[in-house]
């Protein structure tokens, strides 16, 4: 099992920057992928970014450029998983969340607001 909270969502206005943060316990060793989502009203819940346990990193085209993930790197794991947004526009807004796979199951994070709003 993998326990997830994510924390440092909030409200910035566009142009403003949030880091988010997703603390990580328990069978760390076994996750080989790292991601986080994002779901806004009356939308799926869609990929913003993922980080394997080798170091590869995938963007979606939204936030390329803005977005950068990253772990707390040890032994080819992470204990925690982080998402810096710069630039962030009013399509931002969204519940973030930190997601990680492992060979038989996929954990979630509770979510943490995000609201870019002027």
């Known amino acids: 099992q993998v326990q997830l909270v994510e924390s440092g969502g909030g409200l910035v206005q566009p142009g403003g920057s949030l880091r988010l943060s997703c603390a990580a316990s328990?069978?760390?060793?076994?996750?080989?992928?790292w991601g986080w989502y994002r779901q806004a009203p009356g939308h799926q819940r869609k990929l913003v970014a993922s980080?394997?346990?080798?170091?590869?990193?995938?963007?979606?085209d939204s936030v390329k450029g803005r977005f950068t993930i990253s772990g707390d790197n040890n032994n080819h794991t992470h204990s925690g998983l982080y998402l810096e947004m710069n630039s962030l526009k009013l399509e931002d807004t969204a519940v973030y969340y930190c997601?990680?796979?492992?060979?038989?199951?996929?954990?979630w994070g509770q979510g943490t607001q995000v609201t870019v709003s002027s």
């Open positions: 997601n990680a796979d492992d060979p038989t199951d996929d954990y």
């Open positions: 328990g069978s760390v060793l076994k996750i080989n992928t």
């Open positions: 980080l394997t346990s080798g170091g590869s990193t995938i963007y979606s």
